[in-house]
């Protein structure tokens, strides 16, 4: 049995780093694991602007103090958003991506597009420039079952969209259903995938296991069992389409036991672990460095990271909390213990 593995320096293509007190408690976990990370734009407000993202860059750089550790800004797309501050923002580097979230699709998404049909100006403008559009996949409509929104939106939204725009980078953010994931393995366009450890290892009976459970809750919401097999199925394939993105996203505790409790599930400080131990049962293991390390680099068009990191079979038992006070989290699987532990 391996009891030891080292790859290449990982990247987290999806994570929420929030601001303030927050930011400096939960950041160091990504970039103790991680080399670089996609930061996702959801604040209040939310960046739209080259100025609010260089200064949100500068507030993560002094909140991870020494670690060697970039963050990758996104833009947040609004429906007034000009063409011209993305296509400035990427040729300066401070832009990586812009992210689409349908407007109330999920937490700090109220200033997101309401139609992203009328978006033509920007979408014209990635296609042209090789900047990748990360999308939150879900329709909005509430009349569409919640467990059903993402399905919906790959067909009423994504197949007209990779129609119209042949040659825009996309990446499907946080995947949950069979659907989704076969869209992205198999249409004839430049489409990529994140998957987060929680849609790999857990299915939507953890929400009521026993009661509600309000740790279990994420946007796209958990799904049912084969969605998780099929999601999994695709991770572990070796697809280059496929890759790491933890969608961390800490709420302080009370924000989370809540009579209206926020979506989002807090993986960062065992994220390697988790998806280790599934590439392990999964019998994948040589697929891992692809998924953890190298995918997401070459979609984005990004060097691979120089170094390595190190995980050794071990027992790793999570805290029941992570933080205090205003910064008091629970992180995902809680008081549960992971077969891999990292060794840096
Ligand atoms: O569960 C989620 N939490 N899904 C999202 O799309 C947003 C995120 C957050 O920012 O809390
Ligand atoms: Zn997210």
Not at 251 to 280: Q, R, T
């Amino acid at each position: 049995m391996t009891q030891s593995l080292t790859i290449r320096r990982p990247d987290d293509w999806h994570v929420h780093f929030r601001d303030g007190a927050m930011l400096d408690a939960v950041a160091r976990h990504t970039a103790r694991q991680f080399a670089r990370a996609i930061i996702m734009p959801n604040l209040t407000p939310p960046v739209t602007s080259i100025d609010a993202a260089r200064a949100y860059r500068d507030r993560i750089l002094a909140a991870v103090g020494d670690a060697a550790f970039t963050p990758l800004m996104t833009c947040y797309l609004t429906d007034g958003i000009d063409p011209a501050e993305i296509e400035r923002g990427y040729a300066e580097g401070v832009f990586a991506a812009c992210k689409l979230y349908p407007a109330h699709a999920t937490t700090n998404s109220a200033h997101g597009v309401t139609d992203i049909r009328a978006l033509t100006g920007v979408l014209e403008t990635l296609q042209r420039i090789g900047m990748p559009l990360l999308i939150h996949g879900e329709v909005t409509d509430k009349a569409i079952d919640i467990f059903d929104r993402e399905a919906v939106f790959v067909e009423r939204t994504l197949g007209p969209l990779t129609r119209d725009y042949p040659a825009l980078k996309i990446v499907l953010e946080h995947i949950t259903t069979a659907e989704a994931a076969a869209f992205v393995l198999e249409a004839d366009h430049p489409i990529a995938a994140t998957i987060t450890p929680q849609h790999l290892m857990i299915n939507r009976n953890a929400l009521f296991d026993g009661g509600l459970r309000p740790h279990a809750y994420c946007l796209p919401v958990l799904k049912r069992e084969t969605h998780r097999l099929a999601v999994r199925a695709a991770a572990v394939s070796g697809s280059p389409r496929i890759f790491l993105g933890t969608d961390s996203a800490p709420h302080v505790v009370g924000a989370k036991e809540s009579g209206c409790g926020c979506a989002g599930i807090f993986n960062a400080p065992f994220a390697l672990e988790a998806y280790l131990s599934v590439f392990d049962a999964e019998g994948a293991l040589p697929h891992f460095e692809g998924f953890a390390s190298e995918h997401g680099a070459r979609f984005y068009g990004l060097p691979l990271n120089e170094g390595t990191v190190t995980l050794v079979r071990d027992a790793v038992v999570v805290p029941d909390r992570i933080g205090k006070g205003d910064t008091s989290v629970v992180p995902f699987l809680a008081g549960t213990t992971l077969g891999w532990r990292f060794a840096g």
